[in-house]
């Protein structure tokens, strides 16, 4: 079984650019997160999905971040204009059920670095 | 409001050492804590976990950590280091399944 995969695992771009990250969870997994980590920080969160609605988006840093998850499947986030302060790796992680995600079964990606000059 | 404190960002053991990383969290409710750890260009990967049963919980690859509430730690350890322990470790707390992390800290094992 595919665990979760991230896309790019590495992105480069200038200021100002727009940037697509894409996530694709584990089959059957209701439950998306995005996750952040900038340089030398904590991972923090950034927004939860179940199916395709947005649960939890109160992590998400400004509005030129959207997160989409259509058809309940793989998610995007777009960053759009990025800036230098978003530089970082964003993982993504998915689970089964909301409980299990409570009890820590969530199974993450291995991130998409995000270099912004 | 949760949080989640990782003393020491990197901790340096020889190989057969005792590893001890510490955690020390905060929160307003009983909480479910976790240790993640990330191996070079992998994901995080569920070490073991705190859910209100046994206080001293087994993990995977030898590790274990002990829930003390009244010193609000959850320090982990490992008797004896192996070189593939090299990682990066990550103590967590949640009780809504939004994960609070803390710093990170790097393991490294010397031969």
């Known amino acids: 079984e595919a665990g979760v995969t991230q896309f790019p695992s590495h992105s480069v771009i200038e200021k100002g650019q727009t940037v697509t990250l894409r996530c694709d969870p584990i089959?059957?997994?209701?439950?998306l997160y995005w996750y952040r980590r900038v340089m030398g920080k904590e991972i923090k969160f950034l927004l939860h999905f179940v199916k395709e609605s947005k649960q939890d988006e109160s992590g998400m840093p400004n509005n030129r971040f959207l997160a989409e998850r259509t058809g309940g499947t793989y998610s995007t986030l777009k960053v759009q204009p990025a800036e230098l302060e978003d530089s970082g790796v964003y993982f993504c992680?998915?689970?089964?059920?909301?409980?299990?995600?409570?009890?820590?079964?969530?199974?993450f990606g291995e991130g998409s670095r995000l270099t912004v000059l | 409001a949760q949080s989640v404190t990782q003393l020491g960002s990197h901790v340096s053991v020889s190989e057969g050492a005792l590893v001890l990383l510490r955690c020390n969290y905060s929160s307003s409710v009983p909480p479910y804590l976790f240790w993640y750890v990330q191996y070079p260009n992998q994901g995080l990967q569920l070490l073991l976990k705190y859910t209100s049963a046994a206080t001293l919980v087994k993990g995977i690859n030898g590790f274990e950590a002990e829930f003390k509430k009244s010193e609000t730690s959850f320090h982990l350890t490992k008797p004896s280091a192996h070189m593939s322990d090299a990682a990066e470790y990550f103590c967590a707390v949640t009780y809504t399944g939004k994960l609070i992390f803390g710093q990170g800290t790097t393991l490294q094992v010397k031969p």
């Open positions: 089959s059957g997994h209701d439950n």
């Open positions: 992680a998915s689970s089964q059920a909301w409980t299990r995600s409570v009890t820590g079964e969530l199974f």
